[in-house]
């Protein structure tokens, strides 16, 4: 399936803005962003409920740019599940062949298979009304599946689920998808169900893509602060500084970074990103000196924020901390962990990667 340079504006909002993607057969690929960054119009010019201005759409190997979406073959499940309430869930899930003329035994044959896989037969001859939204959602899916698409395209299908719920549905999920074999097309804005689902992660802003990869690739190399900061919990810190040749100046702080591989140094304004989970913290030496502003125990792990001149440094600790707020602190960067932004906020190179 593929997308290329595809547009889609609604007056004058530019939802997609010259986006191009392969998905290939295997892929569990998630389109990540914030709220209006164009995910969903995504969808719906892949499903046919909407169609560019500009660009193609192949699904298939066959050009599918103008095509009805019943001309597709894909399969589509929305946020809010879309349940016929005057059907039971039996006839649910048989309703995308019922409406394809396909013979009466072969769709009980089908029902009671994608059912069972489910674990959803006890609940065929309910309405869903009368099942919890978790079991709603696995009906949505089990309609979605029975079908046989050439891809899956789930809007948020989880969301609507509460915490715990929705860890269990995200399992399931992935076992699904590896099973079928069949590419999916996910939306959410959630990233950390985006690194645990995924195959590959296109990150958006503004109808834009910024990043295609794979989730290590993603968050090991954000090509950019966007990235950077939209993925991980709590996200990477991004701190702004001044450089002078290989001198790092953070008000009256210096770092030097002469052991740094980069391929280039900034020559002025840059921004430094460190994840939470690869600073340390020292009471007698570091790189930069702060104050402990509040201490976050979790349980497994704690989430430490020092002040650093005036600006918050978040810093994941996996022992047991006995800080106090006020603290002097000293915080270490682990120096290949460590990522330099130009001014511009895109990523620089490092000679080892
Ligand atoms: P969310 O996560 O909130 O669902 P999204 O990333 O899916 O957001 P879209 O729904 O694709 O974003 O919307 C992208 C942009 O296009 C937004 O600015 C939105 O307001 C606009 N938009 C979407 N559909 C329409 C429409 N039918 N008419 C006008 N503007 C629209």
């Known amino acids: 399936m593929v997308l290329e340079n595809v547009t889609k504006r609604f007056s004058n909002i530019i939802a997609v803005n010259d986006v191009s993607l392969k998905i290939e057969k295997q892929d569990f690929f998630t389109l990540l962003g914030p709220s209006g960054c164009g995910k969903t119009t995504t969808l719906r010019l892949i499903a046919g409920l909407e169609f560019p201005d500009e660009g193609n759409i192949y699904i298939a190997g066959k050009n599918v740019t103008m095509e009805l979406p019943k001309n597709r073959n894909v399969a589509m499940v929305f946020q809010n599940y879309a349940l016929?309430?005057?059907?039971?869930?039996?006839?649910n899930i048989a309703y995308p062949l019922v409406v394809r003329k396909i013979p009466k035994?072969?769709?009980d044959r089908k029902v009671a298979f994608v059912a069972q896989s489910l674990q959803i037969s006890e609940l065929l001859d309910r309405y869903p009304q009368q099942i919890s939204g978790g079991q709603q959602q696995r009906v949505a899916l089990a309609r979605a599946v029975i079908q046989t698409p050439n891809v899956f395209l789930l809007d948020e299908p989880l969301s609507?689920?509460?915490?715990?719920?929705?860890?269990?549905?995200?399992?399931?999920?992935?076992?699904?998808s590896?099973?079928?074999?069949t590419s999916v097309i996910y939306v959410t804005h959630d990233q950390s169900e985006a690194m645990a689902l995924s195959t590959k992660i296109a990150v958006m802003n503004q109808g834009r893509i910024l990043q295609v990869g794979t989730p290590k690739e993603v968050y090991d190399k954000p090509m950019n602060t966007f990235v950077a900061s939209f993925i991980g919990n709590p996200p990477m810190n991004i701190i702004d500084c001044l450089f002078?040749?290989?001198?790092?100046?953070?008000?009256?702080?210096?770092i030097d970074f002469s052991d740094l591989p980069l391929i280039d140094f900034p020559s002025k304004k840059a921004f430094i990103g460190i994840r939470p989970e690869h600073v340390t913290l020292d009471t007698k030496d570091g790189d930069?000196?702060?104050?402990i502003y509040v201490v976050e125990p979790l349980g497994f792990e704690t989430i430490v924020t020092v002040s650093v001149n005036g600006k918050p440094l978040k810093v994941l600790v996996f022992e047991d901390v006995s800080f106090k707020s006020g603290d002097k602190i000293f915080v270490k960067f682990k120096r290949n962990k460590l990522h330099i932004f130009?001014?511009?906020g895109v990523r620089i190179r490092r000679r080892d990667e």
């Open 105 to 107: 035994r072969e769709i």
């Open 342 to 344: 130009d001014e511009n």
């Open 244 to 254: 002078v040749g290989t001198k790092c100046v953070l008000g009256d702080q210096i």
């Open 288 to 291: 930069l000196i702060g104050e």
């Open 160 to 176: 609507n689920l509460d915490a715990k719920l929705r860890i269990e549905a995200r399992s399931f999920l992935k076992r699904l």
């Open 84 to 91: 016929y309430p005057h059907m039971t869930v039996r006839e």
């Open 178 to 181: 590896m099973e079928l074999g």
